[in-house]
């Protein structure tokens, strides 16, 4: 098929294959193609805690509730519960609340299911958020955040300073973010210039269109008046611009249009156009599980009760009795309603009387493998090496991304997190010994930063959520969507029992989800419990 063959359609297609989602959507914006902004609708806006008003001018009694599993969706059922004066009481397994909301610092020990222990090194004030890191700004948890008193900081998602390297395409040293997007949108622009030029695409861009996409393509790309990309600023100075006299020095060496491609980079790039992803995103400050502490305070300690690994569930005439081990002793606790808020490959472990529907749909949702290992450093040579503060260096070895940190900038010392990987790459780390994996991800982060990732190295610590107890999953797969008619049983109650997490959400793996989907419960047993 020719140029001018190619429809408006069949144009931006080729534009996203060649210069990814981002230089497509850039495009489209050019062309006017896009929707106007407007303004997202917030989840809080429609969400109606339960408040003690529901019940004093009703007249009725605030029922009792167990909540299964001390999770975000857990915490979160209880503390809105909480707030009309149920009378709640929390069953987790592990010694802390949170779930898959863990925060490693010094001290921190686990045993994972392969039975290998051990116990974090880290310096005072060092931490590694080993399950969720990152807040974007629209997501309801950081009304939690506020509501809460969980101070917060921004998270530094992407990085014009960090590092990209794919190795199997050939690279032998790291290029920059900056420098590499500079290529890839330089050369994509530079062609559509080109085609556009040219009269190529008469036949499906008007006058108008071509207008104003050569007004856009020479400013995005940075191209001359010959519309050729021969590099620019937007690459990065090899020597910094100073004082008057010194101008600095462009960083030269700019790779060939068939280098640029070919060395995959581009494919980065959308990264940052993700809805979920974009900047400005944010953490609490001091470690992620500041959000599941501050639930829990707010709850009550009382009402949590923790060690209490499930064993049984049965829904009953009245309500629910739920049989559970605690200090190595069987007990078992009654209540009006039940919340099982347990990750749902755990719960179809468990025995219950809740039918062959609700135990279908648990085991249609799947596991999925994710990891991290945090690597203290004595030193934070990549701020005063190469003047990266933040953000994440992405390459295809199995390390997969090497997260900076987002805190303690110019400190005495720093913690990155050497791998996070996912699926078959973590699942290859998981049975090696943690001298083992801190060996293999240190090896694969020389390849990038040089020496000083192995010399300055102080301690590491590696999680592997697949063999973590009571949790076997970093998150799931639930194939269809929440809404599949396959998991009915499960968004709609079974007797007195409800069920909540992130994975009845279409934001699984995001605390948002959890919280979307305790509220979701939390209204429905709420209006039960007032019918």
Known sequence: MTVTQLNRRAFLRAVGATGGAG??????????????????????????????????????AAAKVVVLGGGIAGLA?????????????????????GGRNFTV????????LYGTTQTARFSPGQYMNAGPARLAQWMVTLDYCRELGVPIEVFTNVNADAFLYNESAGMTAPARYRAAKADVFGYTTEMLAKLTDQGSLDQQLTASDK????????DYGDLGGSLEYTGST???????????????????????????FASGVGRYFSFEFEFDQAMLMFQPVGGMDRIPYALATAIGARRIQYGSAVTRITDTEHGVTVAYSRDGRARSIEADFCVSAMPPNILAKVPHNLGSGVQSALEAITPSSAAKIGLEYRSRWWETDYRIYGGITET??????????????????????????????????????PAQREARAVAAGVKIYGDKYRSELATSFSHHWRQFPHQEAAWHSTPGGPDDPRYKPLTAPTGHVYFAGDWLSYMDAWQHGAFSSARTAVTALHKRALA
């Open 23 to 60: 230089a497509m959507l850039a495009t489209m914006g050019a062309l006017g193609l896009t929707q106007s902004a407007e303004a997202a609708t917030r989840e809080a806006a429609s969400y109606q805690a339960p408040r003690k008003s529901d019940f004093t001018l009703s007249g009725r």
């Open 77 to 97: 059922t209880a503390y809105e519960l909480g707030k009309a004066g149920y009378d709640c009481t929390i069953l987790e397994a592990q010694n802390r609340p």
């Open 105 to 112: 610092r010094g001290g921190t020990t686990t045993t994972d």
């Open 211 to 218: 207008e104003r996409l050569m007004e856009f393509l020479k």
């Open 234 to 260: 937007r690459r990065g100075y090899s020597v910094w611009p100073g004082a008057a006299g010194q101008p600095g020095v462009v960083a030269g060496d700019v790779p060939s249009a068939s280098e640029v």
């Open 396 to 433: 295809d070895l199995d390390v997969t991304h090497i997260w900076h940190p987002s805190y303690g900038f110019h400190g005495e010392r720093g913690l990155l997190i050497g791998y996070y990987n996912t699926g078959a790459n973590a699942d290859s780390y998981a049975p090696l010994t």
